[in-house]
Every structure is written in structure tokens, then in C-alpha cells.
């Protein structure tokens, strides 16, 4: 039994893109949305195509998560009908992701020390 109960998975032809509503089942309040998009883009063989996540969604009572991803062919054609906060986010979430717990962000590094007397 998998993970990952598929619960809608329509081609969406007008706006060409693929929409997927799924179930992360045994994941509520440990799953992030990147970690799901690759989850995704794996279970269906997506390498290639963008796979944006659009909500995530903490089911009340039981241990489940309800996600909903769009996949598109062309990143071009995703920014066309996307927010640009919506790939500012995921590349922002990257980059955290990339990025070791332990290292200071370059904000933090270049930000002057007060001195106290």
C-alpha cells in the first residue's frame, strides 16, 4: 500500500497542465511542499516537467495530508499563468533547503554589531 492516494488527476487541455489531488497518508505536520512535489514528480515519472505545489492542507483528527500540483511542460507557459510570489516562494524554500541549519544567512553575516559599554 502506498504512501500517496491519488484522488483526482485531470489534464486540464485549456490551460495545458496536468492538475493532481492526492492524499500523503501517516505525513500530517511533517511534510513540506517540495518534498511533495518531489514525492509527485516521482510517483508519476515527471523528471523534466514543472511540478509546482499550490496547497497543502492538515487534515483535523487524522494523521493525513490532502495536496493538490499543477505540472506543466513549459516553465515559460507556468509563469504565464502563475504569480511570480509563487516561484519567488519555491526558490526562496530551495535555497533554505540547500542551505545547513548551522550556517548564518548573508543578511545576518553584513549586519554591524552594536557595542555595549
Given at each position: 500500500m502506498s504512501m500517496i492516494e491519488v484522488t483526482r488527476d485531470v489534464k486540464n487541455s485549456l490551460l495545458s497542465r496536468r492538475e493532481i489531488t492526492c492524499n500523503f497518508k501517516g505525513l500530517s505536520g511533517r511534510l513540506k511542499k517540495l518534498e511533495a512535489a518531489d514525492m509527485i514528480s516521482k510517483k508519476f515519472n515527471l523528471e523534466g516537467k514543472i511540478v509546482i505545489p499550490v496547497l497543502l492542507k492538515n487534515e483535523t483528527g487524522r494523521p493525513?495530508?490532502?495536496g493538490s500540483f499543477y505540472v506543466y511542460e513549459d516553465e515559460?507557459?507556468?509563469k504565464e499563468?502563475?504569480?511570480a510570489a509563487v516561484f519567488?516562494?519555491?526558490e526562496k524554500a530551495k535555497g533554505a533547503a540547500a542551505k545547513p541549519e548551522g550556517e548564518a544567512t548573508a543578511?545576518?553575516?553584513e549586519a554591524p554589531k552594536e557595542e555595549t559599554k
Open positions: 493525513v495530508v490532502s515559460k507557459l507556468a499563468h502563475l504569480k519567488a516562494r519555491i543578511e545576518q553575516a
